[in-house]
C-alpha cells in the first residue's frame, strides 16, 4: 500500500539516506545539507537537467541509479516529483523509496504543495527560473543560444524560442536564498526584455528540501514505496491543496 504513515513510526535505518536528485535543486540541497551538518548521513546524486525533456529515457536511468546504492543506503529520497511519469517503474529491492507527491519541481522550489497551488491558480503562464537553471543555462535565452542557434541559425531560434512561449505572461525567479540573487536577477530580466513578458520574483523556501533531507517522510507529503513496489502515476493524481 502506498505512503505508510511514518509520522509517528518513523522507520529505523541503518545506512545513509541516499537523495537521487535532478540538478537544477543542487544549490538549495547542497546549502542545507552543509548548514545542517549532515553530510555523513547524506549522499546526494544529481541526474543531468535535461532528462526531464525526454521522460522516456528516466526510469531506465532513474533505476540505474537505485541499483547502485541498493547494498549500502538506508532509505533513497528522489528529488524529483512524477516529472511527466518520469519516475513510474521504478522499484527498489532493499528499501524503501520516498518520493516527493508533486507533479515537478515547482513545488519543492516554493516550498510546499500549497504554495504551488497558490501560485498556479493566481496566475497560470508563468515561466520560473531558480539558480539551477541559470547556472546550467536551461533558461530561455541559454536554450535559445546553446541548442536552437547551432541548429537553426539566429533568425529562426529567435523565432522559435518566442513561439515556444508565446502563452506565457510572467518570467519569474524564485529566490530561494541560494546563489548569486543580483546575477539570476539580471539574467531573469534579460530573459524577460527579450521574450517581452513581465518579470517578477517570488520568494522560494527552503522547507519542502529539507523536508527531502531529513524527514519526516509522511504521507501527505511523500509517497513511500515499500522494496520492491514500483513508482505509479495514480498517487500522484490525488493531490490536494493542503
Known sequence: MYG???KNAEEKISGPNVIIACRVMQYELDSI???EGVANNIELRYMDQNLHRTPEKMPALLQAEIDAVADYAGRIVFGYGLCSN???GVTARK????IPR???CIALLLGSRRAYFKA????AGTYYLNPGWVAEEKDPLGMMENEYVPRMGRETAEWGIREELRHYTHIVLINTGAGDIEKLRKRARANAEFLEKEYEEVAGSPEYFRQLL?????TEDFVCLEPGQKAEQKPFMKQSEK
Not at 528499501?95 to 520516498?98: A, H, L, S
Not at 498556479?120 to 496566475?123: P, S
Not at 531529513?214 to 509522511?218: K, V
Open 120 to 123: 498556479f491558480h493566481e496566475r
Open 95 to 98: 528499501q524503501r523509496v520516498y
Open 214 to 218: 531529513l524527514g519526516p517522510y509522511d
Open 33 to 35: 545539507r552543509d548548514s
Open 102 to 104: 508533486v507533479h515537478d
Open 86 to 88: 518520469g519516475i513510474v
Open 4 to 6: 505508510r504513515d511514518l
